[in-house]
């Protein structure tokens, strides 16, 4: 299994940008497809973004399309997820997750991903 730590989360006001970024363990992190996962306090875990092996195909929440930019760099073992035009409904933890296996991206689940990170905290003031 990789390790993930996820960093650069944060208080920020809306309208405003955050970038936040996942480290991961290991030689194999190529190998991994990538998952962005937000929650918010009451809320199920919901899925953000995500990434494909290569970077090459990018998918993402209606909710974030347009806004959040997910990349990927194999060579530094990181993935990115950043965050523009922030709202204050994106307030969540916001955690990386790594699949060894091919996602369905449209009907994705958590549990299709066995590796997470602790998470980082956005707050996002109004």
């Known amino acids: 299994q990789v390790q993930l730590v996820e960093s650069g989360g944060g208080l920020v006001q809306a309208g405003d940008s955050l970038r936040v970024s996942c480290a991961a363990s290991g030689r194999t992190f190529s190998t991994y497809v990538m998952g962005w996962f937000r929650q918010a306090p009451g809320k199920e875990r919901e899925f953000v973004a995500g990434?494909?092996?290569?970077?090459?195909?990018?998918y993402y929440a209606d909710s974030v399309k347009g806004r959040f930019t997910c990349s990927r760099d194999n060579a530094k073992n990181t993935v990115y997820l950043e965050m523009h035009s922030l709202k204050p409904e994106d307030t969540a933890v916001y955690y990386c997750?790594?699949?060894?296996?091919?996602?369905?991206?449209?009907?994705?689940?958590?549990?299709?991903?066995?590796?997470w990170g602790q998470g980082t905290q956005v707050t996002v003031s109004s």
């Open positions: 990434i494909s092996r290569n970077g090459v195909i990018t």
């Open positions: 997750a790594a699949s060894r296996n091919m996602i369905n991206w449209p009907t994705l689940n958590p549990s299709d991903f066995g590796s």
